[in-house]
């Protein structure tokens, strides 16, 4: 299995924009589908997007609908997060995730193999 490494957190004020980067190093990365989950303490690990492998399919989370958008460069096996109008409720730790198989759509934690270490987002009021 790849190693997956995000970036781009950190701290910033209610209606901001944020970026998250992830970066893997699974070779067959342009055939998995991949997705960001987002974890606060005491809570469990909540699905916030998703998208197929080839980037023509992309799922939400309610709550994110039309504030997050989800994207994938499978040329430089990079996964991507926009995040914009954010709000205090998105803070969390956020994880990139590798789909345990090739060319499958399901959104699931069980079914996501790789994770990568998680990274802070805070959104101060």
């Known amino acids: 299995q790849g190693q997956l490494v995000e970036s781009g957190g950190g701290l910033v004020q209610a209606g901001g924009s944020l970026r998250l980067s992830c970066v893997a190093s699974?070779?067959?990365?342009?055939?998995?589908?991949m997705a960001w989950f987002r974890q606060t303490p005491g809570k469990e690990r909540e699905f916030v997007a998703a998208i197929n492998w080839i980037g023509s399919n992309t799922y939400y989370a309610d709550s994110v609908k039309g504030r997050f958008t989800i994207s994938r460069e499978n040329i430089d096996n990079a996964l991507y997060l926009q995040m914009n109008n954010l709000r205090p409720e998105d803070t969390a730790v956020y994880y990139c995730?590798?789909?345990?198989?090739?060319?499958?759509?399901?959104?699931?934690?069980?079914?996501?193999?790789?994770w990568g270490q998680g990274i802070q987002v805070t959104v101060s009021s």
């Open positions: 699974e070779r067959t990365f342009s055939q998995i589908t």
């Open positions: 995730a590798a789909h345990k198989d090739h060319r499958v759509e399901t959104l699931i934690p069980a079914d996501f193999a790789t």
